[in-house]
């Protein structure tokens, strides 16, 4: 790791990024032999990011992972697309008061709000490629459909937390080879719409059974397949 880093920051050394008018950069490398296109989840609120050639990307303001005791969203997610074993640069700069509204003292107008193929209700979120439903007993995920080929991708409930027996198992289960008793299920669901902009939605789903409680977190990118 500490090699790969160190040969990032040599390559980052050799990227023009002295048009201080840009922004400040933000510099993305893929080590895949295809294309990524993916979220980035930035620990900094940032309220315009530009690409290369100054067109302004749609961001999320979002919950740090380090920010429980203040329920503030400090972090910023974009979606960025990078070339196959290549790289990108994104410039960031300044902060606006509007969620979804940015404002750049170069340019002193207030943009519109973001265009977002993302939908989200209490149990339902969707995207232009897919409307993911749940069920509102036990936090399962009961549909999965594909709005461009007009199809039902799950046969059965998806995400489904399931309690299994491994009584009379040691630490390592030395001789167990399947773990398919099941006794019991989770359900009491309840759930939370945590994220909803123009970059992902995302619920949180918490069930019980007796007395242990699980907790899952689904997400939904826009433009994810």
């Given at each position: 790791q500490k090699t790969m880093n160190s040969a990032l920051q040599v390559l980052s050394w050799n990227i023009d990024t002295s048009d201080?008018?840009?922004?400040?950069?933000?510099?993305?490398?893929n080590p895949?032999?295809?294309?990524?296109?993916?979220?980035?989840?930035?620990?900094?609120?940032?309220?315009?990011?530009y690409d290369e050639d100054g067109k302004l990307i749609p961001v999320q303001q979002v919950l740090s992972p380090v920010s429980r005791c203040r329920r503030i969203p400090y972090d910023t997610a974009f979606i960025a697309e990078i070339p196959a074993m290549g790289y990108k640069t994104y410039f960031y700069r300044g902060e606006v008061q509007k969620s979804f509204s940015v404002y750049h003292a170069a340019a002193p107008t207030v943009i519109p709000d973001y265009e977002s193929d993302i939908k989200v209700e209490d149990l339902t979120m969707e995207n232009e490629y897919l409307k993911?439903?749940?069920n509102y007993r036990n936090g399962t995920i009961a549909s999965i459909y594909d709005k461009k080929r007009e199809k039902e991708l799950l046969r059965a409930p998806g995400a489904l937390p399931v309690v299994i027996d491994e009584y009379g198992y040691d630490t390592w289960?030395?001789?167990?080879?399947?773990?398919?008793?099941?006794?019991?299920?989770f359900s009491d669901a309840s759930f939370v719409v945590l994220e909803k902009g123009p970059v992902r939605a995302k619920i949180k789903v918490v069930s019980k059974y007796n007395g242990s409680t699980l907790t899952q977190w689904f997400t939904l990118a826009s433009g994810s397949k």
């Open positions: 201080e008018t840009k922004g400040v950069p933000l510099m993305l490398f895949h032999s295809f294309p990524v296109r993916t979220v980035i989840h930035v620990g900094k609120r940032m309220d315009a990011i993911v439903s749940f289960a030395h001789a167990k080879n399947f773990w398919d008793n099941e006794i019991g299920q």
